[in-house]
């Protein structure tokens, strides 16, 4: 059984049952045919029990708390009707089951919003890779004039009205001695995203030596899923979300699933090479996640699955491999975190009120 070791983290409560743990499992005493378990061992890792350490951002218990009534409250917004939760909702696996997201005054994103579940293993934040971590990935959706529309200023002036909060950012960042900023906060929602992993699905106990943890189908659609190509953008700990590909690698799709508007990586980089490039997305709880792709075209996971075998490998999967490689998917569901929803301290006269103007939409070329 192999073992992992992490830096110092802290441990959060809440413990969790497996989804699907009541269904009754055919376990295989060895492996299929063309699996091998150490080269599984160098293709992916296991989600560990702990959250690893932050560079540059210890966890402490303090900011964790801070963070979680940050991610919850919908006051970083202007509208104090959208919060980091509104879009990545814990109770839906880190996703809001929406094609594109809903933002300030009932606007629709551009893109599907990604799980925040295990995104701390991402080797950058957005579907563009804009943000090098989630710190900075916090500070992006309540800037931005279509999701929360709000500013630094007025964020740092909301907590700054609150006391609860001031005594709150000084128990997180005891050594700052401005400790209620703009970066703090989005530091403090890092610190509480980062306790949102998902150890112990079927596959990670599978990839510690329990080869009955997957069924024999399962083991024949993650053989499927490593000969087939899908390893090769699909792998380390979170089956994707560390590298970038052109989308249409072999087939370019349709603009229904691939948008000519949205150029991808293009859009942080401005180099020709990077036109239609995006992060690989995890594949972490992916059959909790629909709809699929940046564009959230496709609600059907086996279907999204035939157009990557086209798009990215030029391969048309046969109906019995689509369904063995979902069937494989599905063990990559782990423990989704308990989390207890904070009280949130109430607002004094201070406080900036609530901005529910409508939004002034400029005028098209078809008005």
């Known amino acids: 059984m192999r073992t992992r070791r992490f830096g110092s983290v802290l441990m959060v409560a809440g413990v969790a049952a497996f989804w699907g743990c009541d269904v009754e499992r055919d376990a295989p005493a060895e492996l299929a045919a063309g699996l091998d378990m150490d080269m599984l061992n160098q293709l992916f890792d296991v989600i560990p029990e702990t959250p690893p350490d932050l560079p540059g951002n210890p966890l402490t218990e303090e900011k964790i708390e801070l963070g979680k009534m940050l991610y919850f409250d919908p006051r ?29 005054g009932w606007q629709r994103g551009p893109r599907n919003s990604p799980t925040v579940f295990n995104a701390v293993f991402n080797i950058a934040q957005f579907w563009d890779g804009r943000a090098e971590d989630l710190a900075e990935q916090a500070k992006g959706p309540i800037q931005d004039a279509v999701e929360m529309a709000s500013t630094p200023e007025r964020v740092v002036e909301t907590m700054l009205s609150i006391p609860e909060y001031v005594e709150a950012f000084e128990a997180a960042f005891p050594d700052d001695p401005e400790p209620v900023t703009f970066t703090n906060v989005a530091r403090a929602i890092e610190a509480f995203e980062a306790t949102l992993i998902t150890p112990g699905a079927p596959f990670d106990r599978f990839l510690e030596g329990e080869v009955g943890a997957l069924t024999e189908r399962e083991q024949e659609g993650l053989a499927l899923f490593i000969n087939t190509g899908c390893a090769a953008c699909h792998a380390g700990i979170n089956l994707g979300a560390q590298s970038y590909h052109p989308f249409g690698v072999v087939e370019r799709p349709g603009a229904d699933i691939l948008p000519p508007e949205d150029r991808g990586r293009y859009e942080v980089t401005l180099t020709v090479e990077d036109e239609f490039v995006f992060k690989a997305p995890t594949l972490r709880n992916v059959a909790l996640t629909p709809p699929y792709f940046h564009s959230g075209s496709i609600w059907d996971l086996q279907e999204a699955i035939v157009v990557m075998g086209v798009a990215q490998l030029g391969r048309e999967l046969s109906p019995e491999e689509a369904v063995l490689i979902t069937e494989f998917m599905g063990t990559l569901t782990g423990r989704q975190p308990v989390i207890e929803y904070p009280i949130l301290p109430p607002h004094t006269e201070r406080t900036p009120l609530p901005d529910v103007s409508p939004v002034v939409r400029p005028p098209t070329a078809s008005d």
């Open 76 to 104: 970083l917004s202007s509208s104090w009707l959208i919060s980091c939760n509104t879009c990545h909702n814990v109770g839906l696996a880190g996703v809001d089951l929406l094609e594109t997201s809903v933002g300030h």
